[in-house]
């Protein structure tokens, strides 16, 4: 919570000034929130799509709406006060900024491509549903994106392993 005050999101929509979503589900912004805001708040998604925040629910309450900016939306409601919705209520770091970096991105291709290999190399003996990524590519991915950036760590010694396992040492 890092010195932040928790509250429940109604609550928390009355006196907050910024508010960016990161949950993945819909509507976690909805119309009781919209009516509550300060004026002036600005709203941002970061989790999931654009359902993050109910969109529909904040232009039916608005009187109008202009765009005051690249990727500023200004929704006037009827008491007049404004609301300020970035990038469309898309995520956030895709709309409205240069996406994922790179450096993040090659991992996440190089998870594939080696998954994708994986399937390949085991069809016929996986059944169909849905596996998560197995750790020794997740291990190999990072090894060699460590490798390729010119950086060293530890390896575990077979002791230190041992203990990640077992439940049998320590309090």
């Not at 999101?9 to 960016?20: M, T």
């Not at 197995?134 to 077979?158: F, W, Y």
């Amino acid at each position: 919570m890092d010195g932040n005050q928790v509250m429940p999101l109604l609550e928390a929509a009355r006196v907050g000034d910024i508010f960016i979503t990161t949950t993945g589900d819909k509507n976690v912004i909805d119309k009781a929130h919209f009516q509550v805001m300060k004026d002036g708040a600005i709203l941002a998604n970061s989790g999931h799509f654009n359902v993050e925040i109910n969109i529909p629910a904040l232009e039916n309450l608005a009187r109008g709406k202009r765009r005051i900016r690249v990727f500023i939306d200004e929704y006037t409601l009827d008491d007049g006060r404004c609301l300020y919705l970035l990038g469309e209520g898309r995520l956030i770091n895709l709309a409205a900024a240069e996406g994922h970096p790179a450096s993040v991105m090659d991992m996440s291709f190089a998870d594939q491509a080696l998954c994708l290999e994986y399937i390949a190399k085991n069809r016929g003996m996986l059944e169909s549903r849905v596996y998560p990524v197995p750790e020794e590519i997740d291990k190999e991915v990072a090894r060699l994106k460590l490798q390729a950036m010119g950086i060293a760590i530890d390896n575990l010694t077979p002791e230190q392993k041992e203990y990640l396992t077992s439940w049998e040492e320590g309090t």
